[in-house]
């Protein structure tokens, strides 16, 4: 039977796992190009931003809302009169087309106002994965070491 060396072991646990994360939608951190903004105003006369954007993803460019992206108060708006929603589009300049931001299946959310209580579901999962992936790598170093050992011995 043929052994694998342990760090081809622990190496492709570490990819397995970040494989395996990815296609669960597990957030990771990427640069997003916002396609379009609207804005509106709460009660209180506070802005209120949607954007939609893109960002590359494991298969493809992903299209979907951005949450908490940065809309300047300074951005112009294209039209005078809100829409249905009483929304204004504003124009997108080249200085905050892009922006940094934590993607998950469909969705990114843009690290300049990220809530993470949006995120609960998606971090839970990441911190359960990181003890099992913790537990694999030692039981591969232990494996290594007893073998190690075993060689000494004979």
């Known amino acids: 039977m043929r052994r694998f060396a342990p760090r081809a072991v622990a190496v ?48 493809g ?37 892009r922006q940094l931001a934590l993607i998950g299946p469909g969705r990114a959310y843009a690290v300049a106002a990220l809530n993470p209580l949006k995120l609960a579901p998606q971090l839970c999962v990441a911190l359960l994965l990181l003890p099992a992936l913790g537990l694999m790598i030692a039981i591969a170093r232990r494996a290594a070491r007893d073998r190690a050992q075993q060689k000494f011995a004979d």
């Open 12 to 59: 492709a646990a570490v990819l397995g796992a970040g494989l395996l994360a990815m296609l669960l939608g597990l957030p990771g951190v990427t640069t997003v190009t916002l396609d379009r903004c609207h804005v509106t105003y709460d009660r209180l006369e506070r802005q209120q931003s949607r954007c939609d954007g893109h960002w590359q993803s494991l298969f």
């Open 61 to 97: 460019t992903a299209h979907g809302p951005v949450n908490g992206a940065f809309v300047g108060t300074d951005w112009q708006a294209v039209t005078a009169e809100p829409d249905s929603r009483y929304e204004w589009e504003v124009t997108i300049p080249e200085s905050g087309r």
